[in-house]
Each structure stands twice: as C-alpha cells, then as structure tokens.
C-alpha cells in the first residue's frame, strides 16, 4: 500500500489518489506473490468470520433498520453492518477470481475495490484491481460463505474507481479512471446493461480521467468530474453535450432532486461550485474544508454534506443560502459518505483511521464510531479503507 504522501511533495488531491490506487498497484505489479500474501492475509481474519467476536460494538450506535455496505479498497472485501445497531454482520471478499494455470480453487486477492452502488437488492463494485465491476445479490448473501460469495464480474476499462446507477435502474456508468501516469490516459466511461450484465457502449476520453458521476432526476444527462473539468452528457445519445471547466481538479459531483443544480468538491480551492443545470454555468462558491471529496445531499434538497478530508471535518451547507450552517469534527481523513434512506442519519468513512462514523442530521450530533476491522478493536481497520457506502432500508442476511 503506498503511504500518503505530504502535501508539500505534491498536491494533496494527487496523494489522495495515489493511496486509493496503492492496493491495486502493489498487486499487479507484485504477481503471484503478493497474491498468496493477500489471501494469507484474508484467512486470518476470516477464520473469526459469523462469530459474536467478529461484530462491531459500538453500544450507543443505533439507527434505522437496514444495512450499510462499506467498500475496504485496502482489504478487498466490503462490510455488511446492520444500521440498527452499528454490527458488522459479515466481512465479504469481492472481485475473486480464480488464479490462472494452477488448477486448483485458489483466488487472487486483487478486487480493490473503491466504489460502490446499490438498486434494489443488487450491489456493484468498481474494482480497480482486476478492472472489472462485481455484481452480487444482496439478498443471497450468506454468513458462512464469506469468501466466495455468489457474484458476477464484468470487465470493464482500465482502473474503475466509481460508478452510478441510472435512475431507473436499466444501466451502469463506470469511471474508468486509467493509469496514474502515461499517455494516453486510457480514461473512460464504461456502460453496462444490468438486463445482461454487459458493456453496451464505451465513451472515450484520451486526454482526461473521470472520476465521479451522477445523473439527473429523469436521467436525461449524466455529470462526470475530470481532471478537466465537468463532463455533462447526453444519455440518450451517449453524446458530450459541453464541458465545464476551471473547477480545481473536482471530484465529487451531485444534483439536487429538482435537477435544477449540480454541486461539484472544488479539491484545489477548498470550494463547493454550485453550477446552474439549465446553462451549465458556475452561480455559486461555498467555501468548505480543505481537500473537499465526496458530498451528498439530502432527499428534500434542503442539506448538502461534503466529505473535507484533510480538515478532518464534515461541511453542512444548507441548500438555500449556500452558506456552510455547521463543521462537524471528524479525525481520520472522512471521504466517503452517504445518508440513510429516511434522511435521519450520515454515515462518513475515515480513510486513514478505517473508522465509519454516523451522526444524527437532525442536529449534528454524533451516534456513534466504530472501526471497519473485525472486533472493533483500536487500529482494526488500519489500512482497510472505506472508500465507499451504500445504504438500503433493507436489512442484510444474517441481521
């Protein structure tokens, strides 16, 4: 795993990237080795797999019936916690497959897998490892077969870091960000059916790596962050409508429920640009944390989180006046972050400390913390790092 590295060897937003993308270098470039050092390394802590030691305690936590999903691009694995109580009910591996040539039922550890998106009871992965995205049925889940559990694996384009779901749950834009460095890019936006889990049409981007997308309500248009700027396509078409640029190498990207907004993580500036859907022009700037990543907004339109990093904090921006209402502490680097389907609460991932957090959107107030590591014990989930959630009112298996 590549450390983080200080600011003042190159931009902050630049390290930020490089630990998400570590994992997933070390092992391809590592072979078969780091393979069998991996899955050493799942055995361990899978031996403690569906035992009462194995789950989360985090006694104050509480919280809506459902379950959080949590991508650990550092284990190559998600969580399964249980939202009324904070308890990871099982630790999956993702992205496996089978390693070639040894004729054995052996499995490469390489999934890395960074982001993640739930429809119904169907969760996605962008596995950056293996560059493809893993499907696996929430519901099927089981306990005991917390190593292989039932998936699909799609290839897709080189290195996927993110992905979305449309709206009505036909398709499946990939971010394939590419490698790190070398041109061309090799960036693009993979496209996939979920009838058939396949790629139905490749959009190219040479000179550019998408990073994040999201569509508008009626998923007419799709929005991607690049290191260019803002990509807004046509989904009906498939065809690039404009890009906007001058954001400061953005990241995040959602749209208010009336479609009528677009909010970007300006992570140069330590700003939210607030960009006007109908001209696809900047209105707004908020000025947020430092090194702002992912962000969310709340089901009424009225909040806005935003993930702020490396000020180890949460901005709470109310819609309205685009001004930051509240900063929420948060140590542990926060990146990733989403809300529960009733709205009442936010869950943030650390990722350096490996720690979800979850507060309580009615007034800020923290519910509760616990590591992403089996036993919830201090440092258990160093290096893990939750990169993603998804939340569903749907409680897993094993609940």
């Known amino acids: 795993m590549a450390s983080r590295e200080s600011s003042n060897s190159r931009p902050a937003w630049a390290s930020r990237r490089v630990i998400m993308a570590g994992t997933a270098a070390v092992v391809l470039a590592a072979g078969g080795g780091t393979a069998a050092a991996l899955a050493a390394h799942h055995s361990v802590a899978d031996k403690h797999a569906g035992t009462s030691t194995a789950r989360l305690a985090a006694a104050t936590c509480t919280g809506p019936a459902g379950a959080a999903y949590v991508a650990l691009a550092g284990y190559q694995a ?24 040894t004729g054995t039922t052996d499995f490469n550890y390489d999934s890395t897998d960074e982001g993640v998106a739930i429809s119904g009871d169907t969760l996605y992965f962008a596995d950056t490892g293996n560059n493809t995205v893993a499907v696996i049925n929430a519901a099927n889940l089981q306990v005991s077969n917390y190593e292989n559990p039932a998936e699909t694996l799609i290839p897709v384009g080189q290195d996927p870091e993110s992905l979305a779901v449309t709206p009505d749950g036909s398709g499946v834009w990939v971010a394939d960000t590419g490698p790190q460095t070398g041109l061309p890019s090799l960036g693009g936006i993979s496209v996939i059916s979920t009838a058939t889990d396949t ?25 991607v962050t690049t290191s260019d700027g803002l990509y807004v396509y046509n989904t009906a078409t498939l065809k690039l409508v404009t890009v906007i640029p001058g954001l400061g190498n953005p990241e995040g990207v959602a749209v208010s429920p009336d479609g009528k907004t677009v909010y970007v993580t300006n992570t140069t500036q330590g700003l939210v640009d607030v960009i006007s859907a109908a001209t696809n022009q900047v209105t707004h700037t908020i000025q947020v944390g430092q090194l702002p990543w992912q962000l969310v907004i709340s089901a009424n339109g009225h909040t806005i989180y935003v993930a702020d990093g490396d000020s180890n904090a949460i901005s709470v921006i109310a819609a309205a006046s685009d001004t930051v ?3 929420i502490s948060d140590a542990g680097d926060p990146v990733s972050l ?21 507060f309580d959107t009615a007034n800020d107030s923290l519910v509760g913390s616990f590591n992403v590591g089996y036993g919830g014990k201090p440092n258990s989930g160093d ?17």
């Open 199 to 223: 790629v139905t049409s490749t959009l190219t981007l040479p000179t550019t790596d998408p990073r994040a997308i999201a569509f508008s309500p009626s998923g007419a248009t799709a929005y």
């Open 383 to 399: 290096g893990d790092e939750p990169t993603g959630i998804a939340l569903t009112s749907t409680p897993t298996p094993g609940s």
């Open 78 to 101: 998600f969580n399964a916690v249980d939202t009324a109580n904070c308890k990871l009910i099982q630790q999956y591996n993702v992205g496996d497959r089978l390693v070639p040539g």
């Open 338 to 358: 989403a809300l529960t389907p009733d709205g009442s609460q936010l869950w943030v991932g650390g990722l350096t400390s490996g720690i979800l957090t979850v």
């Open 325 to 327: 209402t509240n900063t």
